[in-house]
């Protein structure tokens, strides 16, 4: 009998991940769960603690994870660590299913020394996030923020309805998506719908057809900043990427435009979006990941009263929760039948 081991969290629950391992599985598996506090406690990085460097965002320590995963020969995960000092003392682990797009609680070289097979769920809150980013950009551009503020605070902003100062529509602006991967070909494809001027930049793909045939528009960096209204991130964090928007290319965005960022905190110089917002250069931002998490009271772009602001919920939708379960046991029943995986790292 297979023996898998489950470690879910208060988002990604161990219950669901059994749930849908049992529902493909045809053979006998024996199943133990762990559930973890995230989010309602906040994750480690790898910085944080000797022996976990080079992984991040992570929940637990090496010693639960070893005690629990034990003789496991396959792991399901969301957010526990598998540092190389771990995968060394689980020796019959062959297949790790993480239930995120990008395994950075695991230290891939480490695995591949070890043999053990990682797959991960590319996607599992692309439609979620690609909404929430919907959302993030009406906020902004509808003034949903501003007049919410405003009542809270006992004030009527008739003003707001004013010709020179009221929102604009979606499809009378232009949006310049940056990344075009699961998430930004879903924001894409819902702009469209809104009938806004879409401008895309990644330099590693190419449009889809379809997107060519609606008149979205592939352009560098610095075209897409100096012609868009709004612009939002999309990319992965890489060395290419890290503060990509810095004071620099926030000095590139139209006067008045907004910026919203539901990717990656890494990607922005934070210092250079306070001043840009400051000074009024950017209209308003929308801000929903962040370098550090949680945000110190302190942090500057707290006080600013043209951001936005939410602590890194835009994937989290309790489609992400079936979906992401639904990916990984399809994993273990193919480890389990001999068959290849469908997404390894």
């Known amino acids: 009998m297979t023996s898998i081991a489950v470690i879910g969290d208060l988002f990604m629950l161990p219950e669901v991940f059994e749930e849908k391992i049992r529902s493909v599985c045809d053979e006998d598996v024996q199943i133990r769960t762990m559930l973890q506090p995230w989010p309602d406690v906040p994750m480690e990085h790898g910085y944080a603690e000797a022996g976990m460097e080079g992984l991040k965002e992570y929940f637990g320590t090496a010693e639960e994870v070893i005690d629990f995963v034990a003789d496991a020969e396959i792991l399901v995960t969301h957010l526990a660590p598998l540092s190389r000092e771990i995968m ?3 020796k019959n682990l062959k297949l790790v299913a993480v239930s995120r797009g990008g395994p950075v609680n695991i230290d891939m070289d480490a695995a591949r020394d070890q043999g053990i097979l ?3 769920t590319p996607g599992r809150n692309a439609t979620a996030v690609a909404e929430f980013t919907i959302g993030a950009i009406l906020a902004e551009t509808r003034l949903i923020r501003e007049g919410h503020e405003s009542l809270r605070a006992g004030k009527w902003r008739g003003d707001l309805y004013r ?3 009221t929102g604009r529509e979606l499809n009378e602006m232009t949006v310049g998506v940056v990344g075009y991967g699961n998430i930004g070909t879903k924001v894409v494809r819902l702009l469209r719908a809104f009938g806004t001027k879409v401008l895309v930049c990644d330099p590693y793909v190419q449009l889809s057809a379809s997107d060519l045939r609606g008149g979205v528009e592939q352009v560098s960096l610095s075209d897409l900043l100096t012609c868009s209204d709004v612009v939002t991130l999309h990319p992965r964090v890489t060395e290419e990427t890290r503060q990509m928007m810095n004071a620099a290319t926030f000095a590139l ?3 008045g435009a907004t910026f919203i960022n539901t990717a990656r905190g890494p990607l922005v110089d934070y210092n250079a979006l306070f001043l ?3 000074s009024q250069h ?8 962040f370098s550090v998490e949680p945000v110190p009271a302190d942090w500057p772009l707290l006080q600013l009263p043209n951001v936005t602001l939410t602590p890194h919920i835009a994937g989290a939708s309790v489609k992400t929760v079936t979906f992401a379960a639904e990916q990984a046991a399809e994993e273990v029943r193919r480890y389990l039948g001999n068959h290849p995986p469908v997404n390894p790292i």
């Open 88 to 90: 060394m003392k689980l």
């Open 118 to 120: 990682v797959v991960n």
């Open 163 to 165: 010709a020179d100062r």
């Open 253 to 255: 965005m139209k006067p």
């Open 276 to 278: 840009a917002l400051e």
């Open 282 to 289: 950017l209209a308003g931002a929308m801000l929903e990941t």
